[in-house]
């Protein structure tokens, strides 16, 4: 079309009557867009630009006291608070007076932000002499300044200087970054900032004035293991309004509630954390509620409690951070400042030691490397450099020695599955009270290692007086800990300073469904597509047309409360993880205990393999991914994340066989087992695949799960079922030899002879397709460590992952 459509001649004939009556004097109202010559004032909110469909708005926007940043905004408040969305801000690092500031399109084309005393605080830095110019506010939410009939026609547009937020079709190109607000309240720029790194990967780095380091993709992975690619340099992403996220780096995923007609925002939030929100309706209105998130584990990302500090995390509790001993905190309000020395460090004469801290890991600032040293050493050569703030003491399995690395800045401290310690440097006096408050302070005692053992108060058979008394005590603790979860939604929704405070990151979907509705959902439950200890799964289509597996528990325990049903399943719910599956909901009516799963094509890995389904190559990814959702589970160092029945049935495969590990979580709301064979029923877990912790009644941690993972990727390989080598013994060397054992034995026969003889003998000869000898080698090593007898000689889940995306590679 040649003509410009009678859309565009209306409002420009308004407002150029308006203009030529009004320029300059009264102010007035121009609605959709803003021609030369006139301006957006401070003063009155009606000269704000409204979009078209009145979705956004453009103003000024209150951002301190007297203190104005012009800015685009939703233009619907949200909850009680009436807080605004923004979503573009015009130079938000220096707000402009609450009088007489303008925003003004000049007559030679430039868009110019004038502060009261008429010092220009932002400029569009554009020029033109079109009359047509006019500066519009699209229904996008994109502010454009465009010329009809000239070239090029878009002059300047706020889509390609994004702040914190993208919004749907939003292009983020080569030359955009974002950069985070300083924190909820504040909105000038903080430390936080994406952008295309020079290899062409979409990065995140932590960037303050002393320090600057790529956090995103995680700088311990390669691109390649993170999914990424440095080969497409077109450096584009976008966000479209169905909810898909596309980067040439090959960053891409559908946010959860993926094709549902919302209004969507990606935000690089103030903790340096990336999100997807939508808007949705909520009781006391709407809300954003987050859709997908770059971090499920916030103390991973660098510079979040600033120097000196330690940051822990965990569900219930969100991210806290500490100073370390001997430090602290230098900023009452705001953590980003971290902590400082309460000593004067390096006085002559001043003997110092050390502080140990437990399964913690300080990233980076390495002054020195130093291989193969003893503690004392180290200790040593800390002790003489003055720019030595303490030291991690590395022991490297591969190597059988330790390391040290020297710190000469304490950052990005955080407490993980690290088997290391960090040691503190401090004057000799601190070092004692430093130890006693430091342990004490209780949120260093949650390591995967020193997790407590779980009750198993329904060991006994008959009942006593002792087990009527265990019984009561455990109903009071439910009682506290309803108590307690009450309390803390009470106090998280009152008071939530730490958090932001109209986005609740909860993933979509995940409601409570009635009784009724899951019968009609399963057509009366007729059909069953998976039995176990813990109860039936049904196949069920829900009203919204979603394919769900559904699971009805077998009698649930007389003492699990409903509150009690409903804290675990919905901190379950909150599980987000492509290698776990997705719960979606839950029923409690009655004496009925329902949850409600996505559904999953292909069954389980135990039909897989009884049927011969899976090739060489989906096996791998299927090792390699249930270790990735394991270890996730693991990392959070919560009690309830140990699986405790990790086997074939319990991982799920989807239509392209990714497996997501299923039944997690659930240990807890039943006792699982007990009904499956009374021999074992002081046990959870499923024969054959349990670890030798259950049987010597030993203390339960992550590392249960580590090994019950051996044995299934031992089983996928071999395709020998580890329950019927229990029962039947093999016939070549007799007995009650167990399927680790056989792969044991079968290597060592092969002892002095070339690599790759066994893994030929042990390999399954039925699975298709060819299989990388060095790779199969690597994951058979890997699973017989995960099958160690001694817990202490099994890796961690996630030094699984890294040992079979790094083959060679120890941590
Ligand atoms: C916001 O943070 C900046 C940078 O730290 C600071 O200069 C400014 O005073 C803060 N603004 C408000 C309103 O607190
Ligand atoms: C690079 O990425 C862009 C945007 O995603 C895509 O259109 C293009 O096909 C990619 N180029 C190559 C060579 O893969
Ligand atoms: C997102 O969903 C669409 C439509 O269902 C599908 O075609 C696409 O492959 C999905 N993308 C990813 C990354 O899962
Ligand atoms: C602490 O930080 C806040 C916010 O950045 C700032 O306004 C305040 O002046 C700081 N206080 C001190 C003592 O540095
Ligand atoms: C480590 O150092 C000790 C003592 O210096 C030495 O005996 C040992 O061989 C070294 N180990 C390795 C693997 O280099
Ligand atoms: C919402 O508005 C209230 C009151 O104006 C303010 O105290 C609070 O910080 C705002 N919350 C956010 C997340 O901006």
Request: proline share 4%; with cysteine; hydrophobic share 35%.
């Amino acid at each position: 079309m040649a003509l410009p459509s009678l859309y565009w001649y209306i409002p420009l004939l308004a407002i150029l009557c308006n203009s030529l009556l009004t320029y300059s004097s009264s102010p007035f109202s121009p609605g959709h867009s803003l021609s030369k010559r006139s301006s957006i004032s401070v003063d009155s909110k009606y000269d704000n630009l409204v979009s078209r469909n009145s979705l956004f708005t453009a103003g000024f926007f209150q951002v301190g006291i007297n203190a104005y940043c012009f800015s685009i905004w939703f233009t619907e408040p949200l909850g009680k608070n009436a807080n605004l969305t923004i979503v573009w801000m015009a130079n938000r690092d220096v707000p402009v007076n609450g009088k007489n500031s303008k925003l003004s399109l000049h007559d030679d084309g430039n868009l110019v932000l004038h502060d009261a005393d008429q010092s220009i605080v932002w400029s569009s830095e554009t020029k033109s002499t079109s009359g047509l110019l006019s500066l519009l506010l699209e229904d996008t939410g994109n502010l454009v300044l465009r010329q009809p009939n000239a070239d090029p026609d878009v002059l300047w547009q706020s889509f390609d200087y994004p702040t914190d937020t993208l919004l749907p079709d939003q292009a983020f190109t080569k030359n955009s970054e974002m950069v985070s607000s300083r924190s909820t309240a504040n909105f000038s720029s903080g430390f936080y900032r994406l952008y295309f790194e020079n290899n062409n990967v979409l990065s995140l780095v932590y960037n303050n004035p002393e320090i600057t380091s790529v956090y995103w993709p995680p700088p311990y992975e390669t691109t390649w293991a993170a999914g990424r690619t440095t080969y497409n340099n077109s450096r584009i992403a976008k966000l479209n309004s169905e909810g898909r996220f596309k980067s040439s780096d090959d960053l891409r995923f559908n946010v959860s509630d993926f094709g549902m007609r919302r209004h969507r925002i990606m935000k690089l939030d103030s903790d340096g954390n990336i999100r997807f929100y939508s808007l949705v309706d909520e009781k006391d209105g709407k809300k954003w509620e987050v859709q997908w998130q770059a971090f499920s584990s916030p103390c991973k990302i660098h510079g979040v409690c600033g120097p000196n500090s330690l940051c822990t995390y965990s569900h219930e509790t969100g991210r806290k951070c500490a100073c370390v001993p001997g430090y602290e905190k230098k900023n009452l309000t705001d953590w980003t400042y971290g902590c400082q020395p309460t000593f004067k460090p390096c006085i002559k004469g001043v003997v110092e030691d050390y502080v140990e801290l437990r399964l913690v890991e300080f990233y980076g600032f390495d002054n020195r490397y130093l291989e193969n040293r003893t503690l004392q050493e180290c200790k040593q050569i800390c002790l003489k450099d003055c720019n030595c703030k303490g030291f991690q003491f590395r022991y490297f399995n591969d190597k059988g020695y330790y390391t040290c690395y020297t710190k000469n800045l304490l950052y990005s401290g955080y407490q993980l599955d690290f088997k290391d310690s960090v040691y503190i440097k401090l004057p000799k006096k601190l070092v004692l009270s430093a130890q006693q408050t430091f342990i004490s302070g209780s949120s260093l005692s949650c390591g995967p290692d020193q997790i407590i053992p779980i009750q198993r108060s329904y060991e006994k058979k008959h009942e006593s007086s002792s087990l009527k008394v265990l019984l009561w005590f455990a109903y009071g603790i439910g009682v506290l800990v309803v108590l307690f979860a009450l309390t803390f939604f009470y106090i998280a929704f009152k008071d939530s300073s730490t958090t932001a405070k109209s986005y609740f990151p909860i993933s979509s979907g995940f409601k409570r469904f009635t009784y009724s509705e899951l019968k009609t959902a399963t057509r009366n439950f007729s059909e069953e597509i998976g039995r176990g200890g813990a109860g039936v799964v049904y196949k069920g289509k829900l009203s919204d047309d979603r394919t769900a597996g559904i699971k009805m528990l077998k009698e649930v325990n007389i003492h699990q409360g409903e509150a009690e049903f409903q804290a675990e399943i919905s901190t379950i719910g909150r599980l987000n993880h492509m290698h776990l599956i997705e719960t979606w909901g839950y029923c409690i009516e009655g004496k009925h205990r329902l949850v409600v799963y996505e559904y999953m094509e292909n069954g389980s890995l135990a039909a897989c393999l009884d049927s011969n389904k899976l090739d060489w190559g989906k096996k791998i990814d299927i090792a390699i991914g249930t270790a990735k959702g394991l270890a996730y589970l693991h990392e959070e160092c919560l009690e309830w994340v140990l699986h405790c029945d990790v086997k074939p049935h319990n991982i799920l495969l989807d239509t392209n066989y990714n497996p997501k590990v299923a039944d997690f979580g659930l240990s807890k709301l039943f006792d699982r087992g007990a009904t499956e064979n009374s021999s074992f029923s002081r046990i959870r877990g499923t024969r054959g695949y349990m670890a030798p912790e259950w049987v010597f009644n030993l203390p339960i941690t992550s590392k249960v799960d580590v090994y019950s993972y051996g044995v299934v990727v031992l089983e996928m390989i071999t395709g020998k079922s580890p329950l019927q080598m229990l029962q039947l013994g093999d016939g070549s060397s007799g007995g009650d030899q167990t399927l680790v054992e056989w792969v044991r034995g079968k290597i060592r026969e092969h002892i002095g002879s070339t690599n790759g003889t066994w893994i030929e003998e042990i390999a399954d000869g039925r699975t298709s397709g060819e299989y990388d000898t060095r790779a199969l080698i690597n994951l058979v090593n890997v699973a017989l460590q995960c099958a160690e007898e001694d817990r202490d000689a099994r890796p961690s889940m996630s030094q699984v992952v890294n040992n079979l995306l790094h083959p060679g590679f120890e941590d």
